[in-house]
T-cell receptor, first 113, second 117 residues
Framework: GEDVEQSLFLSVREGDSSVINCTYT??????LYWYKQEPGAGLQLLTY?????DMKQDQRLTVLLNKKDKHLSLRIADTQTGDSAIYFC?????????????FGAGTRLFVKA | GAVVSQHPSWVICKSGTSVKIECRSL??????MFWYRQFPKQSLMLMAT?????????EQGVEKDKFLINHASLTLSTLTVTSAHPEDSSFYIC?????????????FGPGTRLTVL
């Protein structure tokens, strides 16, 4: 079946790099996403990668995709206290009628000053 | 983990009719639920934040009168697409916010596919 898994917690020191990992099961994924959720707020799309790409960099964010292992990661360089949030990995897959999105359970990132 | 359900999982309707989508948190109470819509570029966009016992907060560009949201209880929020048109065809997904002491996370429903003919 379709499933997206993430580790639940990650703690880093301010200034270090954070790496959040995600695995998915459906090899027909088209887009893979990273969303950020701050307390009480809705999701904010951070970045996405198309399934035929291996890497995408956007300022402090680097997304790596290993299609063979169905593994997606998000690296945040120079992590700041403002990066403390929950990060959701998601994949879009095609089904009859259109795309649908499947989410992981989210990784809570704690940034220590 | 917490479970959020949506009903129906898919619906086909005629243009001009209204469609109601339900979002339920099955094993926890959610004072806040969020409604998202999947757009052509496949990313989700937040439509509105639904708060139990008060009016929903809509994001800019979302028509309140077209997308009616009612958060009637701590476990149920509904989204009604009124006078649906083909451009409303999309994948709608809800999430429910679970607060426990100092933690706060969202759990997502499986989504509802709406096709308007």
């Amino acid at each position: 079946g379709e499933d997206v898994e993430q580790s639940l917690f990650l703690s880093v020191r301010e200034g270090d790099s954070s790496v959040i990992n995600c695995t998915y099961t459906d090899s027909s994924s088209t887009y893979l996403y990273w969303y950020k959720q701050e307390p009480g707020a809705g999701l904010q799309l951070l970045t996405y990668i198309f399934s035929n790409m291996d890497m995408k960099q956007d300022q402090r964010l680097t997304v790596l995709l290993n299609k063979k292992d169905k593994h997606l990661s998000l690296r945040i360089a120079d992590t700041q206290t403002g990066d403390s949030a929950i990060y959701f990995c998601a994949e879009s897959i095609w089904e009859t009628g259109g795309f649908k999105t499947i989410f992981g359970a989210g990784t809570r990132l704690f940034v220590k000053a | 983990g917490a479970v959020v359900s949506q009903h129906p999982s898919w619906v086909i309707c005629k243009s001009g009719t209204s469609v109601k989508i339900e979002c339920r948190s099955l094993d926890f109470q959610a004072t806040t639920m969020f409604w998202y819509r999947q757009f052509p570029k496949q990313s989700l966009m937040l439509m509105a934040t639904s708060n139990e016992g008060s009016k929903a907060t809509y994001e800019q560009g979302v028509e309140k009168d077209k997308f009616l949201i009612n958060h009637a209880s701590l476990t149920l929020s509904t989204l009604t697409v009124t006078s649906a048109h083909p451009e409303d065809s999309s994948f709608y997904i809800c999430s429910a916010r679970k607060e426990l002491f100092s933690t706060d996370t969202q759990y997502f429903g499986p989504g509802t596919r709406l096709t308007v003919l």
